[in-house]
């Protein structure tokens, strides 16, 4: 719905369907009538930061208090470099952020590939429309690259290409992007919180709409589960789990799912032996730190866990209810009410607002399936 607001804010016309939505673009993008606030969407500040290069007059963008601590600088650096002009009105490279629109350059551009993924996405998404080709140079290894393979995808599916380089990519400049119908996948991300709650409680579920040709790189939660001894069967369309109750320790590369660690670690606290989460520091720059919210409230729920620079080392073993907090994150929610339904006796989350970001549906689809989830 950020996203949404903010297309509509620079001239885009969106209605919604039933179970679709339509846009009608604008080959010229509109100055905003005010400031575009992205609420608590990080994808959406990075992406719509770029795309406002290309409105006339400035553009700025903010969000709630967690956004506006999320790091924009290596974007705001590569957007210097071809031809924007924009600042962090504090300074120090996070949001508000202003943007001076109305041309890109293109031009050569280097940027770190291990903070976030979406800086990459967003510059790829407005290179075709500048002035001259744009080259993409990465000077450190990408991490999240099946995100970044996806919005390489889905531009080749609206008709630009993406050209991979040895260390980046190029983009030529003159491709337009073309109206076309397009089917939202199912999202593997929100899916791993259901799949990981029949694990640790030994339950059967199956959850419709999941394709595993999605280049998703949270579809790596199936591997995880079968490797911590769950059963997983995947048909057309559909992906079930049946969990045994008796799960055991793995060693996890979380390099492009950051996204999965707060879940993982949930099943590492319930599984017998250590679970290690690895090569994910770039999770600490999520809606929260996530290797330290994870490791801090599972401590609290009992759970012998050590924080590393990039993960995390979970020991398995018993979970104690509690009053844990969710440190405004939809994830850690997600993933500290699936750890409540294992914990002994009762568990209060604290942050059940942060849910809505991606999931707003979470505590019901929950209550459907069994869960004994009550607001307070």
Known sequence: MATVRACEALGAEVRKEERKWVVKGSSTLTTPDDVINV???????????????????????????????????????????????????????????????GRVRGGRATMRGDVSSQFISAILIVSPMAKEDTVVLLTSELKSKPYVDMTREVMKYFGVNVECLKNGFLIEAGQRYQPRRFNVPGDFSSAAFILAAAAVTGSNVTVSNLSMDTLQGDRK????????????????????????????????????????????????????????????????????????????????????VKETKDGLIVEGGRLKGGIVDAHRDHRVFMALAVAGLVADGETVVVGEESVDVSYPEFIEDMVKLGANFRRV
């Open 221 to 304: 939660i199936i591997d995880v589960l079968r490797e911590m001894g769950c059963q997983v069967k995947v048909g057309d369309g559909w992906v079930r789990v049946e969990g045994s109750g008796m799960l055991r320790g793995v060693k996890v590369d979380c390099g492009d799912t950051p996204d999965l660690l707060p879940v993982i670690s949930v099943l590492g606290a319930v599984a017998e032996g250590e679970t290690v989460l690895f090569n994910a520091e770039h999770a600490r720059f999520k809606e929260s730190d996530r290797i330290h919210a994870m490791s801090r409230e599972l401590s609290k729920m009992g759970v012998k």
């Open 39 to 101: 609420e608590n969407s990080g994808t959406t500040i990075r992406i719509m930061t770029a795309v406002s290069a290309l409105a006339p007059g400035f553009t700025v963008l903010t969000g709630d208090a967690s956004v506006r601590r999320r790091p924009m600088m290596p974007l705001l650096d590569a957007l210097r470099q071809i031809g924007v002009e924009c600042w962090s009105t504090k300074g120090d490279g996070t949001p508000p952020i202003v943007v001076k629109g």
